[in-house]
């Protein structure tokens, strides 16, 4: 059994990460191979350090600071019959590793995954938290919002067969972003299956400021469109709502300063109907979402704005795409 874990910058998360893994009740050989690539902080020395204080700890180079290429060369490093992908900023259940060991032998499948159990320890990071746990927020995958066990088109992170990745020739190290609906979808197309379980969780830490948050999802959004491009059967109308919300709000809005500025009233109403019905939108999911996760004032009057800024970033990078 080997986990492995590409890291960039994770001083702040990757010692627990690691001491969690190291707790696993699997019983049966467990290593793990840290891929540390070019930090600005202290992730390379924090993982040389436990791997010195764990024998069972591996430390490889991963020169690029790529997540896919990070991935491969962790995984080639150790011979397994299964591969547990784990990040640096996630925190597993102290059973993760062999309830999906358990998972792939009963169903088969060739890749296993639950629940992305993001939790925040600050206003802002907890408003985000219960952003990333809401339909409004990220559509309706299962790994986000929780659901019934069984098929999946992806999952968070995965309990892999080895054969399964060797089959499809690893994670593609083009895709910088969105590698794993990738990956899950090759193994897809070759005949295997993709599971989900909710009783595989790993609680996951959110970005702190809305200023990241926007470049994550600006990423996210950018590489789901490549997804769309090389694989245009993927496309379904999930993956299009934010991009086409950022085409109506935006769209709204010059036909409303059109309208203001010549003075034409139907034309101004008629702009600002999409950015209110957004508005309308974002604040009755805020309300509920403040609600189902009983929200501190500080975390609600920002999850707005939270939402807003997930859709705008995740839209206008599907619109750009990696080309643009």
């Known amino acids: 059994?080997?986990?492995?874990?590409?890291?960039?910058?994770?001083?702040?998360?990757?010692?627990?990460?690691?001491?969690?893994l190291l707790e696993q009740d699997y019983q049966g050989p467990l290593d793990i191979v840290i891929a540390v690539g070019p930090s600005r902080d202290a992730t390379h020395a924090i993982a040389e350090q436990i791997s010195i204080e764990h024998a069972n700890v591996h430390v490889v180079e991963n020169p690029s600071g790529k997540t896919p290429t990070g991935l491969?060369?962790?995984?080639?490093?150790?011979?397994?019959?299964?591969?547990?992908?784990?990040?640096?900023?996630?925190?597993?259940?102290?059973?993760?590793?062999?309830?999906?060991?358990?998972?792939?032998?009963?169903?088969?499948?060739?890749?296993?995954?639950?629940?992305?159990?993001?939790?925040?320890?600050?206003?802002?990071?907890?408003?985000?938290?219960?952003?990333?746990?809401?339909?409004?927020?990220?559509?309706?995958?299962?790994?986000?919002i929780g659901g019934e066990a069984g098929p999946a088109l992806t999952v968070y992170l995965g309990c892999f067969q080895r054969?399964?990745?060797?089959?499809?020739?690893?994670?593609?190290?083009?895709?910088?972003r969105a590698q794993d609906w990738e990956m899950n979808y090759r193994i897809r197309q070759s005949g295997g299956q993709v599971w989900f379980t909710p009783m595989m969780r790993v609680s996951y830490r959110p970005r702190p400021t809305l200023r990241a948050l926007a470049r994550q999802y600006h990423d996210y959004g950018r590489w789901r469109r490549e997804v769309a491009r090389r694989h245009p059967d993927t496309v379904s109308l999930r993956y299009l709502a934010a991009p086409l919300t950022v085409v109506g709000v935006g769209t709204g809005l010059v036909l409303a300063v059109v309208g203001l500025t010549t003075?034409?009233?139907?034309?101004?109403?008629l702009g600002i109907a999409a950015p209110a019905v957004y508005v309308a939108g974002n604040l009755v999911a805020s309300a509920h979402t403040t609600l189902r996760y009983k929200l501190a004032p500080t975390s609600a009057m920002v999850l707005p704005a939270v939402f807003a800024t997930m859709h705008g970033a995740w839209g206008t990078g599907f619109l750009r795409g990696v080309r643009g």
């Open 163 to 176: 054969s399964a990745l060797d089959r499809v020739g690893g994670y593609d190290e083009t895709m910088v």
């Open 72 to 144: 491969n060369a962790a995984i080639t490093f150790m011979d397994s019959d299964i591969v547990v992908r784990v990040d640096g900023h996630a925190m597993v259940s102290s059973d993760y590793v062999r309830t999906g060991v358990e998972t792939l032998a009963s169903t088969g499948a060739d890749n296993v995954g639950g629940i992305m159990d993001a939790e925040g320890s600050t206003p802002t990071e907890s408003a985000i938290a219960a952003a990333m746990k809401s339909a409004f927020g990220v559509g309706g995958a299962a790994f986000h």
């Open 263 to 269: 003075g034409t009233t139907w034309l101004t109403a």
């Open 1 to 20: 059994m080997v986990v492995v874990m590409p890291v960039i910058n994770e001083e702040r998360h990757l010692r627990d990460s690691v001491l969690r």
